[in-house]
């Protein structure tokens, strides 16, 4: 190829280039994180399915009564050690975040009753609603436990993660859905 | 989607498994030429293995850097097995500058190992792309085209299938310039292009990007950029090889 050549092939790539660069620039109407008009599902972008079970404490709970605070939606059951494991990291953040946002530990088809001794035996005091028939869970798509997913103040699922938390790892996702 | 293979009582989660494949294929194939091209190619496997190497343990000390307060609590969570707990940016860079440092610790020829290394990189790359495709990793725009895959109940371009089909064409045009006689780098040069390219054209079809400036999106302006400094590159080689010819003035 000459010079000639190679300057008007680098030109039109560099024109074409800028062209497309603005052509395809973000929409200002829609958010760059995306979840504006997509179906609940488990998905990251997506609005979080809602959940209406009934809690250990014999409380109703409905996951879209907590919309406009961050959400950490856990799933764990007493037999499963990465859980117990990761249980007093959820406890601490609870604590440390009252009122600002909210920790749910739903609990993977167990019997009331042990779950209840279990969580005054470690001294949980977030609301855990029971999936006695695992239906949330299949809902939700969990695979293995634990599984959490971080939920937004506008209901929009921004992290999902498989396996236990450490504190370094809550911090990590908590700075997606808490400012 | 298949998120996990399941294997018998085994769940192996899909995406993790195809970014080993693909690290592993990429190398495989970037050692394989580079034998093709005179290099040994154990130094291949030593710079990626040394940068993998470097990249887990850099990741997992800016984790701890970014944060530490957690860390004090409970410091032994640095070395813990916590798959999450990296942060890759600042990993990639270390493995980068590990791998640059073996290839010049052991006087490799640059072009040729960055040559050899080309074809691995795109191949991992598709690899890579497949795998979100299986999964549901980054995923594309809304879409009603013919082609489009639904995923949670929305019809979106497969763009990862884009990519990957950029990436399937920049590779074929990188084996073909290597079976060609041509001066050590063009290969290289040739891959950026490709997915420089590639990355420029398909990025406005993904449904989440991060943006520099007024909308437009980073990784399209770091594949032009890197498109357009390749070509530049090409060009000023094969001017230099191929000055113009000088008319004598006639007496």
């Known amino acids: ?179 | 989607m298949s998120p996990v293979l399941q294997i018998g009582p085994l769940a192996l989660p899909t995406y993790p498994i195809s970014l080993l494949v693909a690290f592993w294929a990429g190398l495989a194939l970037s050692a394989r030429v580079a034998r093709h091209l005179g290099v040994d190619g154990d130094h291949i496997w030593n710079a990626g293995l040394y940068g993998l190497l470097a990249t887990i343990i850099v990741g997992r000390l800016a984790h701890g850097i970014e944060f530490w307060p957690a860390y004090i609590m409970q410091p032994l969570d640095i070395v813990g097995l916590n798959a999450q707990a990296f942060l890759w940016g600042p990993g990639a860079l270390a493995g980068l500058l590990v791998a640059a440092w073996y290839i010049h610790r052991h006087k490799l020829p640059w072009a040729t190992v960055l040559d050899a290394a080309a074809p691995g990189v795109l191949a991992g790359l598709i690899i890579a792309n497949l795998g979100a495709l299986l999964v549901g990793n980054d995923v594309g725009t809304p879409a009603t085209l013919l082609w489009a895959v639904e995923i949670w109940g929305v019809s979106r371009h497969p763009v990862q299938l884009y990519a990957a089909l950029g990436e399937l064409i920049a590779l074929a045009v990188v084996l073909h310039a290597l079976c060609k006689p041509s001066r050590p780098g063009t290969a290289a040069l040739l891959g950026l292009v490709g997915w420089g390219l590639t990355t420029w054209l398909v990025e406005p079809f993904r449904a989440e990007s991060s943006a520099v400036v007024t909308g437009i999106r980073l990784w399209q302006v770091i594949g032009l950029a890197a498109a357009l400094a390749a070509l530049w590159v090409l060009r000023r080689r094969a001017v230099a090889a191929d000055p113009p010819r000088v008319v004598e003035p006639s007496s």
């Not at chain 1, 800028?18 to 008009?37: D, M, N, T, Y």
């Not at chain 1, 109703?60 to 406009?68: E, K, V």
């Not at chain 1, 990465?82 to 609870?94: H, I, K, T, V, Y």
């Open chain 1, 1 to 179: 190829m000459t010079r000639r050549t190679w300057n008007l092939a680098i030109g039109i790539v560099l024109v074409v280039g800028v062209v497309w660069l603005w052509a395809g620039r973000i929409p200002a109407a829609e958010p760059a994180a995306g979840g504006s008009g997509l179906p609940p599902a488990p998905a990251l972008g997506h609005p979080a399915p809602d959940i209406k079970l009934t809690t250990v404490t014999g409380e109703t709970f409905a996951l879209s009564s907590l919309r406009g605070k961050p959400v950490v939606l856990n799933f764990w059951a007493t037999w499963c050690p990465p859980c117990r494991a990761e249980l007093p990291e959820l406890q601490a953040a609870s604590q440390r975040y009252t009122g600002q946002l909210d920790i749910i530990g739903v609990n993977q088809a167990e019997p009331a009753e042990g779950v209840a001794a279990f969580a005054q035996q470690f001294g949980l005091t977030f609301p855990i609603p029971l999936d006695t028939n695992a239906d949330t869970s299949r809902r939700y798509a969990v695979r293995s436990l634990p599984t959490t997913f971080f939920i937004d103040r506008n209901g929009i699922i921004r992290q999902i993660q498989s396996g236990p938390l450490t504190e370094a790892t809550l911090a990590q996702a908590l700075k997606k859905i808490f400012p």
